[in-house]
């Protein structure tokens, strides 16, 4: 089975400072990634997906990049922060296709001051 | 496009009482739907999900939910709540389309307060 790791939990970091939070899944070959946002209050934005290696689409312009250097690999970047980037980020996983929907990471708690 | 329709951002019942949290989406072709649980500060859980199979699902912690076509929904229920099914749900819509990229569209998600 799948297993997704997700780090760091929480995050504090200053406006203006770079991000990179980083996702790895364990347990399957070329699956397809994605990161989410949960702002306080709302639902979960879809960020970007990857169905392969250097393979990134974005779903929402913003100050937010992508990157999937390895197979299992995905990585949310940003080079300068803004205050509207706080929130829960989730990275999730589908290694068969929507039906078998996804597995969650843990998430971070990012907060930008 | 796919779309997902949350009634009541927040719910409350008490202890033994019945769950119900409605799910109304949208789709152009025939839907894959999911329920998933959050607890505070952590990821999303499965809990079913239905895949053009039997219209009654059945999940973990006792919840079901059933899909109705014919009214767009794919309503949740639970005969009694527990006090431990206190937390944040969500309903997604997925369709796999031609670029099988598999993305969920989620709803805005119900919180659920279960009451002693």
């Known amino acids: 089975s799948q297993t997704i790791h997700q780090w760091p939990a929480t995050l504090v970091q200053p406006v203006g400072s770079p991000l990179s939070l980083e996702c790895t899944v364990e347990?399957?070959?070329?699956?397809?990634l994605y990161w989410y946002r949960q702002a306080a209050g709302r639902g979960l934005q879809l960020l970007f997906y990857?169905?392969?290696?250097?393979?990134i689409s974005s779903e929402v312009p913003q100050n937010l990049s992508a990157s999937r250097p390895q197979d299992r690999q995905f990585i949310l970047s940003s080079k300068k922060l803004l205050l509207s980037d706080s929130g829960f980020y989730l990275c999730a996983t589908t290694a068969q296709g929507a039906i078998y929907g996804y597995t969650f990471g843990s998430g971070t708690r990012l907060t930008v001051v | 496009a796919q779309s997902v329709t949350q009634l009541g951002s927040h719910v409350s019942v008490s202890e033994g009482a019945l769950v119900l949290l409605r799910c109304n989406y949208s789709s152009s072709v025939p839907p894959y739907l999911f329920w998933y649980v959050q607890y505070p500060n952590q990821g999303l859980q499965l809990l079913l999900k239905y895949t053009s199979a039997a219209t009654l699902v059945k999940g973990i912690n006792g919840f079901e939910a059933e899909f109705k076509k014919s009214e767009t929904s794919f309503h949740l229920t639970k005969p009694s709540a527990h006090m431990s099914d206190a937390a944040e749900y969500f309903c997604?819509?997925?369709?796999?389309?031609?670029?099988?990229?598999?993305?969920?569209?989620f709803g805005q998600g119900t919180t659920l307060q279960v009451k002693p």
């Open positions: 997604a819509v997925s369709a796999l389309g031609s670029s099988n990229t598999g993305k969920l569209i």
């Open positions: 347990g399957t070959s070329n699956p397809n």
């Open positions: 990857s169905v392969g290696i250097g393979q």
